[in-house]
């Protein structure tokens, strides 16, 4: 069984930056896809980005690109996500998920993946 543990979010203004962590452990992290996902209060969780099993391939939301950036390191089971040049639309409790059927292929749809961290919030303000 995977366990996944995304590091503390937080409170930052708009235009800063934040980096987010997923941490993996009870499983084989460094073969599958692995993904970030975001939830806005009222809104459906939503894919953000998502990074192939040896980092080669990265894919993010038309909403995020060119401001977010996601990558892994397999050697320590962590999955990151850089967020530079933060707006108020980001604010949203952010989740890291693996696909564990996949290495190859980023799903953009959260019933693609089956394991789930608990979720930290970001928060960013004006």
């Known amino acids: 069984q995977v366990q996944l543990v995304e590091s503390a979010g937080g409170l930052v203004q708009a235009g800063g930056s934040l980096r987010l962590s997923c941490e993996a452990s009870g499983g084989i992290f460094s073969s599958y896809v692995m993904g970030w996902f975001r939830q806005a209060p009222g809104k459906e969780r939503e894919f953000v980005a998502g990074?192939?099993?040896?980092?080669?391939?990265?894919y993010y939301a038309d909403s995020v690109k060119g401001r977010f950036t996601v990558s892994r390191d397999n050697a320590k089971n962590t999955m990151y996500l850089q967020m530079n040049n933060l707006k108020l639309e980001d604010t949203a409790v952010y989740y890291c998920a693996q696909d564990s059927r996949r290495s190859s292929y980023v799903a953009r749809m959260e019933d693609d993946y089956d394991y789930w961290g608990q979720g930290t919030q970001v928060t960013v303000s004006s």
């Open positions: 990074i192939t099993w040896s980092g080669d391939r990265t």
